[in-house]
């Protein structure tokens, strides 16, 4: 093997548990693992990226990945680290989203090479849509006791006397469904790993039981840490939502800003488990960081790798001059070279006004730009006054008193930029 795939992950902080044995499976020859993937929507968001990142290292380890997209099991929702059941998808919803995750994954995976650990992209609705109630309840179900499955400690959670809604029988069920994924892909493509969350270890040790008891052969564990923020909020969760891997989704921007804004103590972290920078690397930046933390040479570099790695290298230029509107310097040029949904970015939360386009025939004089018709200054005097000490400025250019905007001055044909001093931004949206 061209590397120790469980010594890479113990030193990039991304092993929480594994099964006796899976270290010395892994080193001999060439094996097969997999990680599941929940389609419940057209996009990962960075919540997947860990078991994205764990399959991208087992490859370049010289193994072979499968990415399980669980088509089936997405019908039924996973009641691990879950309160309530989740909505359930139809089919013609889940193969559209199945699409759309692989052209994701495939800018970490090499699906398409002819080496032999290509990856292999599946879906268990694939051979469980055919598999009748009765037929599993025969095949499978038979093997694993009640017992066995209400000591996992996702059943006993949703039991406890927290969950006020229980758990139905449709979600009970969900480990074996799971469990059974590993069994057919140990049948049927020799694999013989399953990795995810540490909150899946119980969902996937009822695996390498159905392939004891039914494949009369040994499945492996492994499982990672889940991802936590040094402050206690969730990683991947910001007051709008997931951090999409879609850009139609988060912004490149968006996405950028998230990795750059993260604290010392998590960029340290995430450096390691979302880059595949090398270990002197890593450790050099850390020590650069620690010497200058003013600096914040581990959230750029972060912030740089994973923007390329998930959107492009032209993403990140533009992600960055865009951060340079707001805390560098930068241009009228800049300004206008944003598309409208990274300048909406930009300046989300600055406060707005609405005038008509008519407005600017023959232009809009600066008094009426600044209060009369925006109410972004107090009153007329205080702009005369604050014209006069040139600290006024439109689209990142400084005026005079006489200056008037016109449909020149328009960014996307609809926004002008007011600014007084360094900070106070004010954003004219032209109907």
Not at 32 to 43: E, F, H, Q, R
Request: hydrophobic share 35%.
């Amino acid at each position: 093997m061209t590397s120790n795939f469980v010594e890479e992950l113990k030193w990039r902080g991304m092993l929480h548990d594994a099964m006796p044995g899976t270290e010395e499976h892994l080193m001999n020859e060439m094996q097969s693992a997999y990680v599941g993937i929940d389609p419940t929507a057209d996009s990962l968001h960075i919540g997947h990226l860990v078991g994205v990142m764990m399959l991208r290292h087992f490859q370049l380890a010289g193994h072979k990945p499968y990415a399980l997209i669980g088509g089936a099991t997405g019908m039924i929702g996973d009641p691990s680290g879950k309160s309530a059941e989740r909505n359930l998808l139809d089919e013609a919803t889940l193969r559209h989203n199945q699409e759309a995750i692989k052209g994701q994954l495939s800018r970490f995976l090499d699906f398409d090479g002819d080496a032999e650990n290509a990856a292999i992209l599946v879906n268990n609705y694939d051979w469980m849509k055919d598999f009748t109630f009765l037929d599993f309840i025969r095949d499978v179900g038979k093997h694993i006791t009640v017992n066995y499955m209400m000591a996992k400690d996702s059943v006993k959670k949703r039991l406890s006397a927290e969950s006020k809604e229980g758990m139905s029988f449709t979600e009970f069920t969900y480990q074996m469904v799971q469990g059974y994924d590993f069994l057919y892909l140990y049948q049927n493509y020799n694999c013989t790993l399953q990795m995810g969350g540490s909150d899946q270890w119980g969902n996937i040790t009822t695996g390498t039981e159905l392939i004891r008891r039914i494949g009369n052969g040994k499945g492996y564990a492994l499982t990672c840490p889940l991802i936590t923020k040094a402050d206690g909020t969730k990683f991947g969760k910001t007051e709008g939502g997931n951090i999409w891997l879609d850009a139609e989704r988060t912004s490149p921007y968006k996405f950028y800003q998230y990795w750059l804004n993260t604290s010392d103590v998590d960029a340290e972290k995430y450096i390691k488990i979302f880059t595949f920078l090398s270990k002197d690397e890593i450790e050099a930046l850390i020590k650069e960081h620690q010497e200058a933390p003013h600096m914040r040479v581990l959230q750029k570099r972060l912030a740089e790798e994973i923007t390329v790695m998930v959107h492009s290298q032209e993403d990140l230029g533009n992600a960055q001059k865009a951060s340079n509107i707001l805390f560098g310097k930068s241009t009228s040029e800049d300004l206008k070279n944003l598309d409208e949904k990274t300048f909406l970015d930009v300046f989300d939360g600055v406060p707005q006004a609405e005038i008509s386009k008519s407005e600017l025939t023959p232009g809009l004089d600066m008094i009426g730009a600044l209060a009369d018709k925006t109410g972004f200054l107090t009153s007329n005097s205080e702009a005369r006054r604050e014209l006069k000490q040139n600290s006024i400025s439109v689209n990142k250019e400084k005026v005079k008193a006489d200056y008037q905007i016109g449909e020149n001055d328009l960014i996307n044909g609809k926004f002008v930029l007011l600014q007084r001093g360094k900070k106070n931004y004010f954003v004219l949206v032209v109907n």
